[in-house]
């Protein structure tokens, strides 16, 4: 499970003293368990899954990439290091990502299994999607070319 993962890459980064991989992963922590409280009320005691763990990671990489642009805008190449450092450790929990071709093959299977033949059953392909591809395509680019692909 990918929560012990982190948690053993934490206890061996502190072995190896390695600060700035012990504070991006205990951020990373923080986070999941800032999603596990979040879930309580719903009625899941043990906490978020993983999926749920690999979108709030996706979120976090897409975070910084965002605070990258700012920096390098303002001239701060120091938090620009700091934040590509971050993306990098976060990324090792992260499976590959799918290229372009391999989304559109996606996108197409999906549409075919969900039976969508229009821009009203982009939910379904969505859906379909995220349960197959959690953690392996970028959702925010992969919306547009569903809506494309179902005439929309």
Known sequence: MLREQI???VKDA???????????LR??????????IAARPSGNANGIGDP???????SMVKQRR???ILYRQGNRADLVAKEEGEIAIIERFLPKQ??????DAAISAAIAESG????????KVMAALKSKYSGQMDFSAVGPAVKAKLGG
């Open 7 to 9: 948690t053993e890459a």
């Open 14 to 24: 502190m072995r190896s003293r390695e600060a700035e991989t012990v504070s991006t």
């Open 27 to 36: 951020m990373v922590l923080a986070g999941i368990k800032d999603k596990d």
């Open 52 to 58: 749920e763990i690999l979108s709030l990671l996706q």
């Open 66 to 68: 965002e605070s990258i």
């Open 98 to 103: 799918m290229d372009t071709a391999e989304a």
């Open 116 to 123: 969508a033949s229009s821009i009203k059953d982009m939910g």
